[in-house]
């Protein structure tokens, strides 16, 4: 092969040169004018890429079969890396909620609102009394904080006894 430098392969219009000398990887070949990388790196990250997109393809394939075939097994790796990454994710979620309370304050209360009469208007007596009590707490709260004209008309729309809730 003739040497010659990558400003002349250029002028020439060639698409690749060859100076004779290693590159980084010990590869003494060709290189190509547009990125002076040799043909030998090229084709070694063309065999790996390949490599890999086929293993991907395969690899989806090979593991279905398994987990069909070791369904013990496959449940307790699920369940492994479920414990794993349960309060990573768990501290994911919360942080995304906050930051949307942030942005929406006011979709935030009137949901918060709606399922709090939600749940009064599912358990209006006696039934999940415990549940009913928590939830009654929350709304006498939120009435405090709002006009009495507001408070008078929940207490007779969901019949609670504003003496017997504090």
Same mark, same amino acid.
């Not at 092969?1 to 990558?6: E, G």
């Given at each position: @092969?003739?040497?010659? +430098?990558?400003q002349?392969?250029?002028?020439? #219009?060639?698409?690749?040169?060859?100076?004779? %000398?290693?590159?980084?990887?010990?590869?003494?070949? *060709?290189?190509?004018?547009?990125?002076? /990388?040799?043909?030998?790196?090229?084709?070694? +990250?063309?065999?790996?890429? @390949?490599?890999?997109?086929?293993?991907?393809?395969? #690899?989806?394939e /090979?593991? !279905?079969?398994?987990?069909?075939?070791?369904?013990?097994?496959a449940?307790a &790796?699920? &369940? =492994?890396?479920?414990q794993?990454?349960?309060?990573?994710?768990?501290?994911?979620?919360?942080?995304r909620?906050?930051?949307?309370?942030?942005?929406?304050?006011?979709?935030?209360?009137?949901? /918060?609102? =709606?399922? *709090?009469? !939600?749940?009064?208007? @599912?358990?209006?007596?006696? %039934?999940?009394?415990?549940l /009913? #009590?928590?939830? &009654?707490?929350?709304?006498?709260? =939120?009435?405090?904080?709002?006009?009495?004209?507001?408070?008078?008309?929940?207490?007779? %729309?969901? #019949?609670l006894?504003?003496?017997?809730?504090?």
């Open positions: @092969m003739k040497i010659i +430098s990558r002349e392969a250029k002028a020439l #219009g060639l698409k690749r040169y060859f100076t004779g %000398e290693p590159c980084k990887n010990g590869h003494v070949c *060709e290189r190509y004018v547009l990125c002076a /990388k040799c043909t030998g790196c090229l084709l070694v +990250s063309t065999r790996i890429r @390949m490599r890999k997109s086929y293993n991907a393809k395969n #690899g989806v /090979k593991s !279905r079969a398994w987990r069909k075939k070791n369904p013990e097994k449940r &790796q699920k &369940q =492994r890396y479920r794993r990454y349960r309060e990573r994710e768990r501290i994911a979620v919360n942080i909620c906050r930051k949307w309370r942030a942005k929406n304050p006011e979709k935030n209360r009137e949901y /918060k609102r =709606r399922a *709090e009469i !939600r749940i009064l208007e @599912m358990h209006p007596t006696g %039934e999940n009394a415990w /009913k #009590g928590t939830v &009654q707490t929350r709304v006498i709260r =939120r009435l405090l904080r709002s006009p009495r004209a507001a408070w008078k008309s929940l207490i007779a %729309e969901y #019949g006894d504003p003496n017997t809730l504090k």
